[in-house]
Structures are given as structure tokens and as C-alpha cells.
């Protein structure tokens, strides 16, 4: 049990402690000498809180403490070989149905050959159940039921077919954590005091707001309603009202769901904000300390609640196991340390979780209006996938449908989206872990050029406008919604474009296509080592990929910035790939360069 009383360094030993510090270091841009190095860490709790009191909100070490003592068990220290497993060979592709393609599922199935021919593996399906459309399906009126816009029961088994026939997976989205305000145990909930579903959700009676959580898309995460003199919460839209995980009937509902869908053939589910199910039930203020760091006051309630572990782990034994059914979770605001405790083969919860660190550089949240360095990518993957994984596994992705295009964050012109978009397809396959690629990054898809707040739909951005306007001039109110609209991920896909990519010889998809099958003609890839080379480097990203005993071995260089560089690959190695012609022919690398050699052990 950690007080007021542990020291700095004991804190940083677990692992939740580890990641909430590396997370205010990051939000901070300070660097992580500061906590790490011995007087800082032999400093007691309660000594900080009085260094820091003009800064540091009375409770916040309190909050902290809490949080941390919740999971008094953390997964064991004993690095052990990969057990092989489909989803650490496969490649994902993600699929944002409203954008994909028109026609919906039978869209998608026509679509299946072209995915089989550019390499997938497996299909993450984003929410294609019935829905109002508030947050594009994340808000679901009904799970068992397809929205007639995408399709009906019948295209959905055709598409498990037709995957299953190409020896390809389809993992569903999950949405755990709400539903929409319009399905019927919302409804029927609202509406009566006795429904059997009213403790499915958070109620709370009284005039006062029960607590100052807000909201992830603007404003209070209570939504009140005069008639039935109740507040409701929603930690997103006013339309995606919280579960309420406490209640074992409910619970039991979720999983006989789960089960019901993967009875018909599905293969997993990626969890929609999966580490947010648990909320202490008393409903606490929030630390204004963390909510002004954060953004979201109340985070350090629900983002690792109470009961949490608890819940993942009935949750994979009651629906998953008996399916042997793949799970990744989506986990916003933890870390690499926490990521374990999810991943841990021995905790039997999660195969995998999405790690958000990499998507900004220190210092800056998704609306900052700012150029992306690529080289942070270096820091950022020699810190995480360096790391012990413990039985635990990676994810590897650049992108989704909620996130502006890495390419226009790092390259906003666009003088170098073609080399750069190779470059990372080159890591994201060749790093250690499981690429999952989002639709358009085959094709180098970039952001859109919004001129007005008139052309944005999406609920999170039109929720934060005007929270915006409030403080800034409208100008500059647009400025930050441009930087961090989710809407330039869920433009339609340019298929022209695409099809031109795939005739033409040296195009990114080109370079996906041979890059998935260089990663499927060897598996040092999948389950080799990983170490980095060069470490004091700043321009370049170098790694060898060997697996003990095959005898197959590679280095990978990469140049994460827009000038030449001068290349370390070893004398004699066999360039094997790159995204620029004549690879490996000189000891210069271009901008954003990147090769791959074949090397002897
Ligand atoms: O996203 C959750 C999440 O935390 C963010 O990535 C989210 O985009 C938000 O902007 C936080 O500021 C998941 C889904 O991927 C997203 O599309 C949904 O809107 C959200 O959950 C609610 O279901």
C-alpha cells in the first residue's frame, strides 16, 4: 500500500505509478531526469505536495494514491518467448464503414478480393450496428441488429463468409462503455424507476450536478432531464449514455451478446474505450489539478476504475474464451507499464491494447496547430518497444478514425507524402508487434482542406467549438478544430486514386503489397528480436530483426527527417527494400528515406 509517506521512486516502481508520470512529463514536455535521478527519488510523497503546493491542487497526490492502490497485484517480471498466436502474424486493416465504400456491407464484400491482393490478414470493422448516428455508430440503439443503411443480418454473414473463404479474420467494434440514448433499456430505464434496467445506467436524483466530470466532446458529463427530475451520465455525446458495469444483470446482457456474435463466426472485437468501464458508484469530484492537465476533469476516476480488472477478466472467461475469440482494446490515457497489466497472459484479460502516445509530440494534445517531428518516433518506439513486454504484445499503427492523417502532421504541405507515407508503412511492418492499418494509408491519404466550421460533422469537434469561442477569437477557435477534427480521417475514400496506386509500379500501395509480403516470408518479423542500433543518432531509426535459431536476420534504417542523412548500414548487407529508387546504392539516405537489408547473424 503506497501513503503520503512512499518515496518518488517507489511510486515510479508500479506500474500505474510509472505511466501517470510519464504521462504529466509528457503533457508537460518536461524530461524524464527531473523524477528520475536519486534526490527526486528519495523524496517522500508528502514532501513534493509541499514543493509543489502553488502548483499542485491540494488533493491531487491524494487522487493519485488512490488510483494506485487500487491494483495492489502487478504482472510478474519473467520475460518468456512469444507464444505464436494468429493475431501477432496477422496484418489488420480497419474499416470506417460510413467512408469506406458505398453499399455498405455489400460494399465491403466486394472489396474483399482487393484486401486479399494488398496482403490483410483480417478486418477490424468499425460499429455497423443500428444506431441514430449521434458519434457514426459508437452510439448503438441496438446490438443484435445491423443499421439498415450498411445492410441487413444476411450481407453480414455473407461478409464473415466471404472473409472466412479467403482465409481472412474480422474482428467487430465493441461498444462496452455506453449505448445510444434511444436503445430501449436507456428507454424503458428513463422512463420508469422500476425498469428492470434502470440500474444499468448512472441515474442520480436531486437539482445540484452530482459531480464535475465532463464531458470527452464539451461541457458536463450530466445530462439533465427536468421531467424526470434525474441527472444521467455520459462521458461522451449527450447521446452515448455510460454503462453501468456494477450491475451484474447488465453485465450478463453484454456478454450473452458478445457470445451471440461470435457464435455467427466473428473472430474478436476491438473494445471501444474499454479501460473507462468502471466508475466508482459515490461519483467523486474530479482533481482540478488533473482535469486542467488533462482536459477531462474526473479522468483519474474512470480512467483505471475501481473494479476494472475484475471486470476484463469475467468479461474474457464468460464471452471470449469459450470462442477463443481475439480481443484489443482501445485504452485511452494509459501507458506502456499499464499496457502489460492489460496484456499479461497470466491476468487473462486483454491480447492487446492501442497505445495513444505516439499520435502527438510532447508537449502537445490532437487541436494544437503544430508540425509534427518525426524524429519523437525514434524516442518514442526505443522506449516502448524496448521495453520488456512481459508476456504482452504491441500494436503498431499510425492511424484511425480518430485522428487527423500522420502524414499531413508531420508533412502539412504534402512535399513529402509519398516517401513519407512509405516510411512509416516500412517501421509500421517491420517494427515489432501487430500492424494495424487504417483504409487510405495504402494510399497515402491525407488530411482535408476545411475552410468553415460549416463543413465539420463530427460530434467531438462541434462539441469543443464553441467551449472554444469562449476563450478565443472564432479564427482561432477554427484553427485548432482543423488541426484535431476527426473528420479528415472519415473523408471517403478516393477509390480513383487507389486504382490508379495499385496499376502503378512504384506507388505506396505498391510498396504495402511487397512490404505485408516481405513480412509474411519470414518469421524473424513476427516473433524475432528487436534491437536498436545507434542510439545517439537523432536522425536515423536503426534496428536488427533476428530470430535464434533460423539464421534469418535484417537491419532497418530510417531517415525520420526532411534532410540527407548519412546512412550506418552494415558493409555487405543485401538491400532488400526501400522507398526510393537505387536502394542502398549510396551511403546517403533522402529525406525520409528508409531501406531494408538482409544481413548475416
Ligand atoms: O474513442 C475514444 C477516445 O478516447 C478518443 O480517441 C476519442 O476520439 C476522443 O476524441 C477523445 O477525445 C472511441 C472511438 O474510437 C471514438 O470514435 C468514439 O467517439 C468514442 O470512443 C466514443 O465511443
Same mark, same amino acid.
Given at each position: 500500500?503506497?501513503?503520503?509517506?512512499?518515496?518518488?521512486?517507489?511510486?515510479?516502481?508500479?506500474?500505474?505509478?510509472?505511466?501517470?508520470?510519464?504521462?504529466?512529463?509528457?503533457?508537460?514536455?518536461?524530461?524524464?531526469?527531473?523524477?528520475?535521478?536519486?534526490?527526486a527519488g528519495g523524496m517522500?510523497?508528502? *514532501?513534493?505536495? $509541499?514543493? +509543489?503546493?502553488?502548483?499542485? /491542487?491540494?488533493?491531487?497526490?491524494?487522487?493519485?494514491?488512490?488510483?494506485?492502490?487500487?491494483?495492489?497485484?502487478?504482472?510478474?517480471?519473467?520475460?518468456?518467448?512469444?507464444?505464436?498466436?494468429?493475431?501477432?502474424?496477422?496484418?489488420?486493416?480497419?474499416?470506417?464503414?460510413?467512408?469506406?465504400?458505398?453499399?455498405?456491407?455489400?460494399? $465491403?464484400?466486394?472489396?474483399?478480393?482487393?484486401?486479399?491482393?494488398?496482403?490483410?490478414?483480417?478486418? !477490424?470493422?468499425? %460499429?455497423?450496428?443500428?444506431?441514430?448516428?449521434?458519434?457514426?455508430?459508437?452510439?448503438?440503439?441496438?446490438?443484435? *441488429?445491423?443499421?439498415?443503411?450498411?445492410?441487413?443480418?444476411?450481407?453480414?454473414?455473407?461478409?464473415?463468409?466471404?472473409?472466412?473463404?479467403?482465409?481472412?479474420?474480422?474482428?467487430?467494434?465493441?461498444?462496452?462503455?455506453?449505448?445510444?440514448?434511444?436503445?430501449?433499456?436507456?428507454?424503458?430505464?428513463?422512463?420508469?424507476?422500476?425498469?428492470?434496467?434502470?440500474?444499468?445506467?448512472?441515474?442520480?436524483?436531486? +437539482?445540484?450536478?452530482?459531480?464535475?466530470?465532463?464531458?470527452?466532446?464539451?461541457?458536463?458529463? !450530466?445530462?439533465?432531464?427536468?421531467?424526470q427530475g434525474v441527472w444521467?451520465?455520459?462521458?461522451?455525446?449527450?447521446?452515448?449514455?455510460?454503462?453501468?458495469?456494477?450491475?451484474?444483470?447488465?453485465?450478463?446482457?453484454?456478454?450473452?451478446?458478445?457470445?451471440?456474435?461470435?457464435?455467427?463466426?466473428?473472430?474478436?472485437?476491438?473494445?471501444?474505450?474499454?479501460?473507462?468501464?468502471?466508475?466508482?458508484?459515490?461519483?467523486?469530484?474530479?482533481?482540478?489539478?488533473?482535469?486542467?492537465?488533462?482536459?477531462?476533469?474526473?479522468?483519474?476516476?474512470?480512467?483505471?476504475?475501481?473494479?476494472?480488472?475484475?471486470?476484463?477478466?469475467?468479461?474474457?472467461?464468460?464471452?471470449?474464451?469459450?470462442?477463443?475469440?481475439?480481443?484489443?482494446?482501445? +485504452? %485511452?490515457?494509459?501507458?506502456?507499464?499499464?499496457?502489460?497489466?492489460?496484456?499479461?497472459?497470466?491476468?487473462?484479460?486483454?491480447?492487446?491494447?492501442?497505445?495513444?502516445?505516439?499520435?502527438?509530440?510532447?508537449?502537445?494534445?490532437?487541436?494544437?496547430?503544430?508540425?509534427?517531428?518525426? +524524429?519523437?518516433?525514434?524516442?518514442?518506439?526505443?522506449?516502448? &518497444?524496448?521495453?520488456?513486454?512481459?508476456?504482452? !504484445?504491441?500494436?503498431?499503427?499510425?492511424?484511425?478514425?480518430?485522428?487527423?492523417?500522420?502524414?499531413?502532421?508531420?508533412?502539412?504541405?504534402?512535399?513529402?507524402?509519398?516517401?513519407?507515407?512509405?516510411?512509416?508503412?516500412? &517501421? @509500421? &511492418?517491420?517494427?515489432?508487434?501487430? %500492424?494495424?492499418?487504417?483504409?487510405?494509408?495504402?494510399?497515402?491519404?491525407?488530411?482535408?482542406?476545411?475552410?468553415?466550421?460549416?463543413?465539420?460533422?463530427?460530434?467531438?469537434s462541434l462539441g469543443l467549438?464553441?467551449?472554444?469561442?469562449?476563450?478565443?477569437?472564432?479564427?482561432?477557435?477554427?484553427?485548432?478544430?482543423?488541426?484535431? *477534427?476527426?473528420?479528415?480521417?472519415?473523408?471517403?475514400?478516393?477509390?480513383?486514386?487507389?486504382?490508379?496506386?495499385?496499376?502503378?509500379?512504384?506507388?505506396?500501395?505498391?510498396?504495402?503489397?511487397?512490404?505485408?509480403?516481405?513480412?509474411?516470408? /519470414?518469421?524473424?518479423?513476427?516473433?524475432?528480436?528487436?534491437?536498436?542500433?545507434? %542510439?545517439?543518432?537523432?536522425?536515423?531509426?536503426?534496428?536488427?530483426?533476428?530470430?535464434?535459431?533460423?539464421?534469418?536476420?535484417?537491419?532497418?534504417?530510417?531517415?525520420?527527417?526532411?534532410?540527407?542523412?548519412? =546512412?550506418?548500414?552494415?558493409?555487405?548487407?543485401?538491400? &532488400?527494400?526501400?522507398?526510393?529508387?537505387?536502394?542502398?546504392?549510396?551511403?546517403?539516405?533522402?529525406?525520409?528515406?528508409?531501406?531494408?537489408?538482409?544481413? =548475416? @547473424?
Amino acid at each position: 500500500m503506497l501513503t503520503l509517506q512512499s518515496k518518488l521512486r517507489e511510486v515510479r516502481a508500479h506500474p500505474i505509478g510509472s505511466d501517470i508520470i510519464d504521462k504529466l512529463l509528457l503533457l508537460m514536455n518536461l524530461p524524464s531526469w527531473l523524477i528520475d535521478n536519486p534526490i527526486a527519488g528519495g523524496m517522500s510523497l508528502n *514532501t513534493l505536495r $509541499i514543493l +509543489t503546493g502553488r502548483v499542485v /491542487s491540494p488533493g491531487f497526490f491524494e487522487a493519485v494514491l488512490k488510483v494506485l492502490n487500487s491494483e495492489p497485484e502487478v504482472p510478474v517480471d519473467t520475460p518468456v518467448q512469444p507464444a505464436p498466436a494468429w493475431w501477432k502474424e496477422a496484418v489488420f486493416y480497419q474499416i470506417y464503414p460510413l467512408s469506406f465504400v458505398e453499399g455498405g456491407l455489400r460494399g $465491403i464484400l466486394s472489396k474483399l478480393d482487393y484486401l486479399h491482393e494488398l496482403g490483410v490478414d483480417a478486418v !477490424w470493422l468499425s %460499429p455497423v450496428y443500428d444506431s441514430p448516428g449521434d458519434d457514426n455508430g459508437y452510439d448503438v440503439r441496438d446490438y443484435y *441488429t445491423i443499421l439498415p443503411k450498411f445492410g441487413s443480418m444476411d450481407d453480414m454473414d455473407a461478409l464473415i463468409a466471404g472473409l472466412h473463404e479467403r482465409g481472412m479474420k474480422l474482428v467487430m467494434d465493441l461498444v462496452l462503455n455506453h449505448t445510444s440514448d434511444e436503445h430501449m433499456w436507456y428507454q424503458s430505464a428513463l422512463k420508469d424507476k422500476a425498469s428492470p434496467y434502470r440500474d444499468f445506467y448512472f441515474f442520480r436524483e436531486g +437539482t445540484a450536478t452530482p459531480n464535475n466530470w465532463t464531458s470527452f466532446f464539451g461541457g458536463s458529463a !450530466w445530462k439533465r432531464y427536468d421531467e424526470q427530475g434525474v441527472w444521467a451520465l455520459h462521458l461522451f455525446s449527450k447521446k452515448q449514455m455510460d454503462l453501468n458495469w456494477a450491475c451484474p444483470e447488465l453485465r450478463q446482457e453484454l456478454y450473452k451478446m458478445a457470445r451471440w456474435w461470435l457464435s455467427k463466426g466473428v473472430d474478436g472485437f476491438r473494445l471501444d474505450v474499454v479501460n473507462l468501464i468502471s466508475k466508482p458508484g459515490e461519483m467523486p469530484d474530479g482533481d482540478p489539478f488533473i482535469g486542467a492537465l488533462t482536459g477531462y476533469i474526473g479522468a483519474e476516476h474512470f480512467f483505471h476504475g475501481p473494479r476494472l480488472h475484475e471486470y476484463l477478466e469475467e468479461l474474457r472467461a464468460e464471452a471470449f474464451e469459450p470462442f477463443e475469440a481475439f480481443s484489443v482494446g482501445e +485504452t %485511452p490515457g494509459i501507458g506502456i507499464k499499464m499496457s502489460r497489466m492489460f496484456t499479461d497472459v497470466y491476468r487473462r484479460q486483454l491480447d492487446l491494447v492501442f497505445l495513444f502516445d505516439h499520435l502527438e509530440t510532447p508537449g502537445h494534445t490532437r487541436f494544437d496547430d503544430y508540425r509534427y517531428k518525426a +524524429t519523437y518516433l525514434k524516442r518514442f518506439y526505443t522506449k516502448h &518497444l524496448n521495453a520488456d513486454l512481459g508476456h504482452g !504484445w504491441n500494436a503498431l499503427f499510425f492511424n484511425n478514425h480518430d485522428n487527423p492523417r500522420m502524414i499531413s502532421k508531420i508533412d502539412p504541405e504534402g512535399q513529402y507524402a509519398e516517401p513519407l507515407a512509405k516510411m512509416l508503412a516500412l &517501421l @509500421q &511492418l517491420t517494427l515489432r508487434g501487430t %500492424p494495424f492499418l487504417y483504409q487510405g494509408d495504402e494510399a497515402a491519404a491525407r488530411n482535408q482542406r476545411f475552410t468553415s466550421i460549416d463543413q465539420i460533422q463530427d460530434v467531438e469537434s462541434l462539441g469543443l467549438y464553441p467551449e472554444l469561442l469562449k476563450t478565443m477569437p472564432p479564427e482561432d477557435a477554427f484553427k485548432r478544430i482543423l488541426a484535431g *477534427t476527426r473528420d479528415h480521417a472519415r473523408a471517403p475514400l478516393d477509390w480513383a486514386e487507389i486504382e490508379r496506386q495499385r496499376g502503378g509500379a512504384d506507388s505506396v500501395w505498391r510498396f504495402y503489397q511487397e512490404l505485408i509480403a516481405l513480412r509474411r516470408s /519470414s518469421q524473424a518479423w513476427i516473433y524475432g528480436d528487436l534491437e536498436f542500433l545507434y %542510439p545517439k543518432d537523432k536522425h536515423l531509426l536503426c534496428y536488427r530483426r533476428r530470430l535464434i535459431p533460423s539464421g534469418d536476420g535484417f537491419y532497418v534504417e530510417a531517415n525520420l527527417t526532411p534532410k540527407k542523412c548519412a =546512412s550506418h548500414a552494415p558493409n555487405g548487407a543485401q538491400a &532488400l527494400l526501400g522507398n526510393y529508387e537505387g536502394v542502398g546504392k549510396t551511403r546517403v539516405l533522402r529525406p525520409y528515406e528508409g531501406c531494408i537489408y538482409k544481413v =548475416s @547473424q
